[in-house]
């Protein structure tokens, strides 16, 4: 019986894992989980989608649109980290499992242009 101590020990240890899921570990500190837009911050530049790796993003400024593939995303954080407004950010939460494909549309007001000014008469010294 060689293996009775090792039976023994192990049945007075605690367990190495966790009684997921009503135990749940705490996030690691700066844990990049869901993704989160503030949409009436947002100006519609583009650069999320362009930054993205998975191409998972799409910005469409004329409608006012930002939606995002959840299945494609990969919570790299790139989004976040390029945004020139800070409208993205990501919670510490993970997020939910999904069954189906998913796309996250956001609606908002695109930025009106700005005016061109009207170039300055030219002062007649006459």
């Known amino acids: 019986m060689l293996f009775t101590p090792t039976v023994v020990k192990n049945l007075l240890k605690k367990p190495a894992t966790r009684n997921y899921p009503f135990v749940v570990r705490e996030p690691f500190p700066n844990f990049r989980g869901e993704l989160v837009i503030d949409i009436d911050k947002c100006i519609f530049c583009g650069m999320c989608s362009r930054k993205c790796p998975s191409q998972c993003i799409t910005v469409d400024k004329e409608k006012g649109t930002w939606s995002c593939d959840l299945h ?16 993205l950010t990501m919670k510490d939460t993970h997020r939910k499992p999904l069954t189906e494909r998913t796309v996250w549309v ?21």
């Open 106 to 126: 956001e609606q908002g007001t695109p930025p009106k242009p700005k005016k061109k000014k009207a170039p300055a008469e030219k002062k007649d010294d006459e």
């Open 72 to 87: 494609a995303c990969i919570s790299c954080g790139y989004c976040r980290d390029h945004c020139p407004t800070k409208c």
